[in-house]
DNA sequence: CACCACCCCTGGACGC
DNA sequence: TGCGTCCAGGGGTGGT
């Protein structure tokens, strides 16, 4: 499930591709694409684009081509992309769009489950205003005072601020586990009663624990895989998410497994607070 | 505004 | 081995 450090890690694997030209592109699902164009909109997914650019906001990720325009993609719960040089042997299935970018290059999204998908911008001025506005700023530099802000006057239990979008944006539920973990908030808290300290103190972990998986190159779990088809390296640093009934590292207190928002939910109920 | 139920979807884990 | 069942979850919607 790609959080923040999964897309950034994506991002950066795309990199090499700026400066290619998007030959054509293979749309096989248009149903993924949540805001199609007109169809006389040619070149809205790119097509004759050469890629300028991979921008990331929280866990959206954003092409840009020369001509301005931009796909965003949503990796949702399982969403790849994968670069692939030549034919692969056998084919991956549930891919959904194929980018091929010449000399046997090619980009593909995959979604088996298909909780992801495309829209389409005509610049990065259009998606930010139109669809990054509403997020928060990204999680991996955000400031403690935009975490308090949101948090002020607040009733809604801190980790379910976490997993909105609309205080900070990039933390899932991974993420969201061992931030409150790190900074010994207990999920339930409600976000407006967490005092100044413990709120400097959330936003510090939610950087230091979102960085830490980027250098370790994004969690394994599940569906990531990099776009070069390696595995992720973080699994091994997660010390409260799906732990439930394990000992705490830090006092061996059996970690609770909860749901809070819908989503499961792991803590330790004696050193989180 | 908070919060809940539910929806989308499929693969993997687990039980028999 | 092969089936059924449950579960995971980001994001959105619609009702209380």
């Not at 973080?234 to 439930?244: D, E, I, P, T």
């Given at each position: 499930m790609p959080e923040l450090p999964e897309v950034e890690c994506i991002r950066r694997a795309l990199l090499?591709?700026?400066?290619?030209?998007?030959e054509s592109v293979d749309?096989?699902?248009?149903?993924?694409?949540?805001?199609?164009?007109?169809?006389?909109?040619?070149?809205?997914?790119?097509?004759?684009?050469?890629?300028r650019g991979f921008h990331r906001h929280g866990k959206q990720l954003a092409m840009e081509g020369g001509s301005g325009r931009v796909v965003c993609v949503q990796?949702?719960?399982?969403g790849q992309l994968l670069v692939r040089e030549g034919a692969a042997p056998k084919p991956p299935s549930h891919v959904h769009a194929v980018w091929v970018l010449g000399d046997g290059l090619s980009l593909a999204f995959r979604d088996p489950r298909r909780f992801g998908g495309l829209s389409l911008y005509g610049s990065m001025q259009e998606i930010r205003a139109?669809?990054?506005?509403?997020?928060?700023?990204d999680a991996l530099d955000h400031r403690a005072e935009d975490l308090a802000a949101a948090c002020r006057?607040?009733?809604?239990k801190i980790k379910d601020l976490l997993l909105?979008?609309?205080?900070?944006?990039?933390?899932?539920n991974i993420y969201a586990d061992e931030s409150l973990f790190l900074a010994r908030v207990?999920?339930?808290?409600r976000a407006g009663r967490l005092t100044r300290a413990e709120v400097d103190g959330l936003s510090e972990a939610v950087r230091r624990v979102l960085a830490r998986a980027v250098e370790a190159g994004g969690t394994t779990l599940r569906d990531y895989v990099r776009p070069d088809g390696g595995l992720g390296g973080?699994?091994?640093?997660?010390?409260?998410?799906?732990?439930?009934g394990e000992p705490c590292?830090?006092?061996?207190?059996p970690l609770r497994r909860t749901t809070v928002g819908q989503r499961t939910t792991c803590y330790c109920p004696s050193c989180q607070v």
């Open positions: 090499p591709l700026i400066g290619r030209c998007v749309l096989r699902r248009r149903d993924i694409v949540e805001n199609p164009p007109a169809r006389r909109a040619a070149g809205a997914l790119l097509a004759g684009d050469v890629i990796l949702g719960m399982s139109e669809r990054w506005a509403a997020l928060g700023p006057g607040s009733g809604r909105g979008q609309g205080a900070i944006a990039g933390v899932g207990r999920p339930t808290r973080a699994g091994a640093l997660h010390l409260a998410y799906g732990r439930g590292v830090r006092c061996s207190t």
